[in-house]
């Protein structure tokens, strides 16, 4: 007892400083754990699909909740799916969650643009839009969603053109990817068809009753002038 009362003595100074770190960590682990139970305690499954390279992707989607009831997170239970920008459609609902970032954009307010945050949801009711982003909810009119990249998300039926050319209608709640300039894909919600083709050298091009937008060269027409669209971290966010 004696000796290791001595040795106290003698290591004191080295001792306390690391005593008071190993307190420290486990304060922190036990806070982390706290803080990570409070914000991802919420975890529900949901029957989802996406579309990549025309192929349609069935699966059990793990969407992570905080205490807000603020989506956090998205996983797949039953796949192996690398998540971009391409939106994850709702089997039994007309709801669409989008895992990146986003631009929104009103041709009709002159071309304004906004943010609208990760994991935001879209959703279609009696033919009204409802986004929810972060934690606020509301009603929107005549816009379209933009990656900053190459997707685009119509919430409106749209007509799509390729060099001028009608290709095809799309019904609401499609969208369309220019990979490039190269490379086209497109999923039609309606008709739930997708396909993929090449466009290298070509306009890609889509217009409605409200906006015309080319794909290609990343712009709106707004009463006539041309309108760049921006990448969504350019911009101040929808609730701002």
Do not use: C
């Amino acid at each position: 007892m004696e000796k290791l009362k001595q040795f106290f003595k003698e290591k004191y100074k080295i001792l306390i400083p690391i005593i008071v770190v190993l307190v420290l960590l486990i304060t922190m682990y036990f806070l982390y754990r706290e803080y990570r139970y409070d914000n991802y305690r919420n975890k529900k499954e949901v029957a989802v699909y996406q579309w990549f390279g025309g192929l349609r992707y069935d699966y059990t989607g793990i969407i992570t909740y905080n205490l807000d009831e603020v989506i956090v997170g998205i996983a797949s239970k039953d796949k192996k799916i690398e998540y971009d920008s391409t939106p994850v459609y709702y089997k039994e609902k007309d709801r669409v969650i989008f895992p990146e970032e986003m631009t929104l954009v009103y041709p009709l307010k002159d071309g304004s643009q906004y943010r609208v945050y990760k994991y935001s949801v879209y959703e279609s009711d009696v033919g009204l839009h409802f986004l929810t982003n972060e934690k606020v909810r509301d009603e929107y009119t005549n816009f379209f969603l933009f990656d900053g990249s190459n997707l685009y998300f119509f919430p409106d039926s749209v007509t799509l053109y390729v060099d001028g050319k009608e290709y095809r209608k799309l019904g609401a709640m499609s969208y369309v990817k220019v990979v490039g300039g190269y490379t086209m894909e497109y999923y039609d919600k309606e008709k739930d068809e997708s396909d993929v083709l090449e466009v290298e050298g070509k306009q890609v091009t889509v217009k409605n009753d409200y906006m015309e937008v080319n794909l290609t060269r990343h712009h709106v027409v707004s009463f006539g002038k041309k309108i760049t669209l921006f990448k969504p971290y350019n911009l101040n966010g929808l609730t701002d």
